[in-house]
Each structure stands twice: as C-alpha cells, then as structure tokens.
C-alpha cells in the first residue's frame, strides 16, 4: 500500500514560480514510473508530467521548457518545479503512479496563478 501526499502549492502571480513536494510512503517507490497530474476546474484530472525509477521523464505540450519533474528515490519524494507560471495553470495539482492507482489519489494541492 502507497500513500502520497502533496505539498508546495500556493497563490502566486503570473510569471512566477513554485516548486510541489509528493511524499511517498511505502516500499519500492524506486520501481514505479511516477507522476504529476493536475485538474482545473469544471475539467477533468490530466497527466501533465511523468518519471520512471531511472530518471527518464516526459511532458506535456502545454508545461513542456517550464515545468521540471525529479525524484528523490531515497527520500521517496518526487518533485515538480513549475517556472513562468500562467493563469491557465491553475488546477489542484496530484501525484501518483502512471499510470494511476486509483487508491492512491491524495488530497492534492492548490496552485492558484493569478495577479
């Protein structure tokens, strides 16, 4: 059994940037490909960027030069620094596997671009 938590989020003004936290407990994090999801309002949770145990990431278009995803496997961490932030980046922002396990589903965490 997995738990995540999210953390990091936050109001911050266009142009801006943060950095989400998503701790895992649990064994074998290493193994799994993991992920960052988001869900704006009135619209469905979408993939936005994804990292296997290795390293090897990939992205989206639309956060592809502004958004970093890492992993710290001996933390159990994954991380998602997100530069030149826009409006229609706000979403609550998840983490889970990829592809997702729906029990894993945290509670998220709020990203909310606006000046």
């Known amino acids: 059994q997995v738990h995540l938590v999210e953390s990091g989020g936050g109001l911050v003004q266009p142009g801006g940037s943060l950095r989400l936290s998503c701790a895992a407990s649990?064994?074998?994090?290493?193994?799994?490909?993991m992920a960052w999801y988001r869900q704006a309002p009135g619209k469905q949770r979408v993939l936005i960027a994804a990292?296997?145990?290795?390293?090897?990431?990939n992205y989206v278009d639309s956060v592809k030069g502004r958004f970093t995803i890492s992993r710290d496997n001996a933390k159990n961490t994954v991380y998602l620094q997100m530069n030149s932030l826009k409006p229609e980046d706000t979403a609550v922002y998840y983490c889970?596997?990829?592809?997702?396990?729906?029990?894993?589903w945290g509670q998220g965490t709020q990203v909310t671009v606006s000046s």
């Open positions: 889970n596997e990829a592809p997702p396990s729906p029990n894993y």
């Open positions: 649990g064994t074998m994090f290493s193994r799994y490909r």
């Open positions: 990292i296997t145990g290795g390293g090897t990431t």
